[in-house]
Structures are given as structure tokens and as C-alpha cells.
């Protein structure tokens, strides 16, 4: 059974920083584009930050330069280091996987593209 799980959220004060993990299991994800994505309460869920195997990676306009995806083939591991944080940051961060369509298509952040997910892991930022 092929399983996605998040961990090390938490509740970090505005200026502080969090990382954040994903476990895969079931299955070998080299060759799958990984990433994060994020849904603050009221809103849409919306695309984080992507990152292939070869070490491209790909981020949202409002977390570029303060995110940092990662990935550790090896262990089936993803990350998401997050450095100064913003309350606007506050969400649940759901860990997805994907393969099979283009760099660009993935870039657009629909859901419907990643095939496997994660159940999510709380990210609070206090002001």
C-alpha cells in the first residue's frame, strides 16, 4: 500500500522557522515529481514548491526564498524547510506525488496531476 506521511508541524512564532517531512512508503518515487502543497482555512488548496528527482525544483511566487524543498531518493523522503515564517504561512501542508506529464504541467499546481497524498501536517505562525 503505497502511503504518504507528513510530519513536524507545529506551532512557530512570525520571523521563526520549521521543517517539515514526508515519508513515502509502498513504492519507489524516483522519477516522480514530489511536492508540497498548502490549504489555509477558507481557501483553496494551492501549490507550495515541486522538486524532481534529477534536483530541479520549483516554488511559489509568495515562498520563494524563504522554502527550501529537498529531497532524499535514497530514503523516499521529502522535506520543506521553511525559514521566516508568516502568519499567512499558517495551513495544513499535504505532502503529493505525480508522474507521467510535463515539467509545465506540474508547475501549474493542479491537483488532479499528483496521484498519491498525504493527510496533512499543521503549520500555525503565531504574530
Known amino acids: 500500500q503505497v502511503q504518504l506521511v507528513e510530519s513536524g508541524g507545529g506551532l512557530v512564532q512570525a520571523g521563526g522557522s520549521l521543517r517539515i517531512s514526508c515519508a513515502a512508503s509502498?513504492?519507489?518515487?524516483?522519477?516522480?515529481?514530489m511536492g508540497w502543497f498548502r490549504q489555509a482555512p477558507g481557501k483553496e488548496r494551492e501549490l507550495v514548491a515541486l522538486?524532481?528527482?534529477?534536483?530541479?525544483?520549483h516554488y511559489a511566487a509568495s515562498v520563494a526564498g524563504r522554502f527550501t524543498i529537498s529531497r532524499d531518493n535514497a530514503a523516499n523522503k521529502v522535506y520543506l524547510n521553511m525559514i521566516n515564517l508568516k502568519p499567512d504561512d499558517t495551513a495544513v501542508y499535504y505532502c503529493a506525488a505525480g508522474a507521467g506529464a510535463p515539467m509545465q504541467t506540474y508547475r501549474l499546481g493542479y491537483e488532479r496531476d499528483f496521484g498519491y497524498w498525504g493527510q496533512g501536517t499543521q503549520v500555525t505562525v503565531s504574530s
Open positions: 509502498g513504492r519507489s518515487f524516483v522519477g516522480y515529481v
Open positions: 522538486a524532481w528527482s534529477g534536483g530541479i525544483t
